[in-house]
Structures are given as C-alpha cells and as structure tokens.
Nanobody, 121 residues
Framework: QLHLIESGGGSVQPGGSLTLSCAAS????????VAWFRQAPGKEREFVAG????????DYADSVKGRFTISRDNTKNTVALQMSGLKPEDMAVYYC??????????????WGQGTQVTVAS
C-alpha cells in the first residue's frame, strides 16, 4: 500500500509563495504518476498539476501555469509543488494523488490527507 503525506500548507498574503511537499512510503514512488488536486469549500476537486512516472512530463491547469511548478525527487520519494504569485482563488485544501497514469480527473487510487492553503490579506 502506498501512503502519501502532504506538508507545507499555511497562510500567505496575495502574491506570496508556498512550497507543498508530498512524501511517499510503502512502495517505490518512481513508478507512479503524481498529481496535485485542490478543493475549495463548495467546489469540486480540481486538477492543479501533475508529473508522469517515467518521462517526467509535467502538466498544469491553465489557472496555475507560469505560477506553479511541480517536481519530483525519486531518491527521496517526494513530489513538490512550488507555488508563487498566490491569489485568493488559490485558497483550498491541496491533495497529493498517485496512480499509474497522469490524468486530470480525480480517479487516482492513492491519496494523501490534504493540506490547507490560505491566501488572504
């Protein structure tokens, strides 16, 4: 069983930066594609960014392109999401997910518990 734990959430002012981390244990992480999703109150869970298992290909939602960067370190079994230029609309609970394929829908078999990102003055 693959276990995922997110960290790095917090509260920042608009325009600020945060880096989220997803740490994996239980299975070799390098064979999984990993995605970050977010869910704001009253809204559906949405894809934010993802990184493929083998190719390292990355993909981003249009709303975060140019502001967020996803990366992975397979030696440390971690995936990071660097977020800059944060906006109030980025405020949500951010989830790390892992699966065989990099997909935009939240149909991943493995999920972390989520970490809160608050963007407010």
């Amino acid at each position: 069983q693959l276990h995922l734990i997110e960290s790095g959430g917090g509260s920042v002012q608009p325009g600020g930066s945060l880096t989220l981390s997803c740490a994996a244990s239980g299975r070799p992480f390098n064979s999984y594609s990993v995605a970050w999703f977010r869910q704001a109150p009253g809204k559906e869970r949405e894809f934010v960014a993802g990184i493929a298992a083998n190719s390292g290909l990355t993909d981003y939602a249009d709303s975060v392109k140019g502001r967020f960067t996803i990366s992975r370190d397979n030696t440390k079994n971690t995936v990071a999401l660097q977020m800059s230029g944060l906006k109030p609309e980025d405020m949500a609970v951010y989830y790390c997910a892992a699966g065989a394929l990099l997909i935009w829908v939240p149909n991943y078999p493995h999920w972390g518990q989520g970490t809160q990102v608050t963007v407010a003055s």
